[in-house]
């Protein structure tokens, strides 16, 4: 009687596990590439190249960007436009479960990054330049929220069972899916967004954080529920007791500057944030009505001239290698502007988003920079000079 109820207790075991196993091990992408080096990121305005249709996002890794759909995953070239590799099928691999795709990348100096697919009870990760598959993990329980960003992905998985940490966060490492660390957290949906490389930036409550993707070490920052926007090495948070007017900021207003460990680096008083911080610069927008690019690791502000004749509340912003590219969405007069140093006229372009459409955002990819249009257009702008 005891050998017959062990061998009762192990056999569903063992079947459940060879089930996940199967089903973890039975897809692949649908097409791959060679590896090859991505081409430089531009530095400059060129003209439409290619143009292409997009059903959901868009998103920069690899050798130039993704785009995904609700069963598909396609990455292109940026410099080309041509579909590099190409994931399909996945969704009824998801039984049913909503499927997720986040990027990352493995250090700071990875080139390729990792799309990541969070599917139904597994996650698959794939080579940002080829395609193919670098590592595999299953899950019990449905993926609520998630994130990557530069040496760090993270989720929470909520299990609908009785435990008191049914939900719990995986922080994981990308370059081979094992668990740097896991812990029950008290929200079951929480706010999870990129961070600066090694970090998350976390909501959950009324006090936003930022989470160490190595050590899980929480650090608290200024403001409520929503953490502030992460750039390429600080996060920015704004503070604001009176609404816009046409979108001009209250003298009120203040822009905190924070490093990773949450101290304040900077403070700009009477302004707004109008662009991602980027290697020790960031586009405000002041309550005087002027355009300044501060410069948080010396306290100084420029005078900037931009174009936004359609109202600050619609500007779009990307950074390039010597500058940043900037278009108003809704702006009928169809220019993209490059400003490229202080107090000098930015060079413009014409948008390529014509026929009663408008600019809704703007990307730096591997050799171009993407314009998303309303309706769902896609142009690359590929430039000689990189």
């Given amino acids: 009687m005891c050998t017959f ?27 791959t590439a060679a590896a090859a080096a991505p081409a430089p990121a531009p530095s400059s305005i060129g003209p439409v190249t290619y143009r292409l249709s ?3 996002d868009v998103r920069p890794i690899g050798n130039g960007f993704i785009l995904t759909a609700d069963d598909a995953v396609t990455a292109y070239d940026g410099q080309s436009g041509v579909a590099r590799w190409r994931a399909t099928g996945f969704g009824s691999t998801a039984a049913g479960a909503p499927h997720h795709v986040e ?23 794939l080579d940002g330049s080829t395609g193919d598959v ?23 998985v909520f299990t609908a069972d009785d435990s008191s940490d049914r939900t719990r966060f995986y922080s994981l490492d990308p370059a081979s899916g094992h668990v740097r660390w896991t812990r029950p957290t008290d929200c079951s949906d929480p706010t999870l967004v990129p961070g600066t490389p090694g970090q998350f930036a976390y909501g959950c409550g009324m006090t936003p954080k930022v989470i160490d993707a190595h050590t899980g ?7 409520k529920y929503n953490p502030p926007e992460a750039g390429s090495d600080v996060y920015v948070y704004e503070q604001s007791d009176a609404p816009y007017a046409e979108g001009t900021p209250a003298t009120t207003a203040v822009i905190q500057v924070l490093d990773p460990g949450g101290q304040v ?22 309550s005087e009505g002027a355009w300044l690019m501060r410069n948080y690791r010396t306290h100084q502000s420029h005078p900037v001239q931009v174009d936004a004749r359609n109202g600050v509340n619609h500007v779009r912003t990307t950074w390039l290698k010597g500058g ?10 169809g220019r993209i502007q490059l400003i490229d140093g202080p107090a000098q006229v930015p060079t413009s372009t014409e948008s390529p988003c014509r026929g009663g459409t408008d600019v809704q955002d703007l990307y730096t990819v591997a050799g171009a920079i993407v314009v998303t249009c309303y309706g769902g257009q896609l142009f690359g702008l590929v430039s000689d000079s990189r």
């Avoid at 062990?6 to 459940?16: F, N, S």
């Avoid at 900037?326 to 007069?333: G, I, K, Y």
């Fill in 5 to 31: 109820v062990v061998v009762a207790v192990v056999l569903p075991v063992a079947i459940h596990r060879s089930v996940d196993d199967y089903r973890a091990r039975i897809w692949y992408p649908s097409l």
């Fill in 54 to 56: 997009y059903a959901r």
């Fill in 103 to 125: 990027v990352a990348w493995r250090d700071r100096n990875d080139v390729a990054g990792v799309v990541v697919l969070f599917l139904g009870g597994a996650v698959v990760a």
């Fill in 134 to 156: 670098i590592w595999r993990r299953q899950h019990d329980g449905t993926v609520t929220a998630a994130a990557g960003g530069i040496d760090a992905l993270g989720m929470t």
């Fill in 217 to 223: 070490k929480t650090t608290d920052m200024p403001g």
């Fill in 265 to 286: 680096v900077d403070e700009i008083h009477g302004a707004r944030p109008m662009s991602r911080a980027d290697n020790g610069l960031l586009l405000v927008y002041s």
């Fill in 324 to 333: 940043l590219v900037v278009a108003t969405e809704l702006d009928h007069s």
